[in-house]
């Protein structure tokens, strides 16, 4: 149990690390405009030289800022709760803490995914059709490894609450 744990804090530290890069940094998509390189994240974009705040207020944009903060705070607070089922804190008896951790992370999960999916929708509708020099870039990558890893946290920490049950389960008969 307690390995399946572990690796589920791991995952979900690791994850929440990417999510935090990922979100903030400004390289989600590069391309190439009057023979020069620019990039842009989720906050701003960059022409040599100089980066500008995005000023639009772009619904696919905003959608994606949201689902990643979202992501960013439910994997927080699942790693807070794992943390707790690790260590057996008691406070809250009344709910199994491996499993409500395993759920926050399933649902940061999502949330991620979400953020992944519109992004790669919209910009692959928009930018493919108008522009044909460009790249998603690694700070996009890193937001796809962090929907595997907050995955397999969830995986771990619901394998974890299966053995911490199997045994209840089979003495209360």
Known sequence: MYSFMGGGLFCAGVGNILLIISTATDYWMQYRHSNNYMHQGLWRYCVPGKCMTHTDSIAYWDATRAFMILSLLACFIGIVIGVMAFIHYSSFDGFDKTF?????????????????????????????????NWRFSWSYIMGWVAVVLTFF????????????ECPRNSNSR
Do not use: W
Not at 106 to 129: D, H
Not at 153 to 164: E, K
């Open 100 to 132: 409500a951790a395993g759920i926050l992370f399933f649902i940061s999960c999502f949330f991620v995914l979400l953020a992944m999916a519109v992004y790669t929708g919209v910009t692959v509708n928009y930018y493919g059709k108008r522009y044909g």
């Open 153 to 164: 946290s969830g995986i771990f920490y619901m394998c974890a609450y299966r053995m911490h």
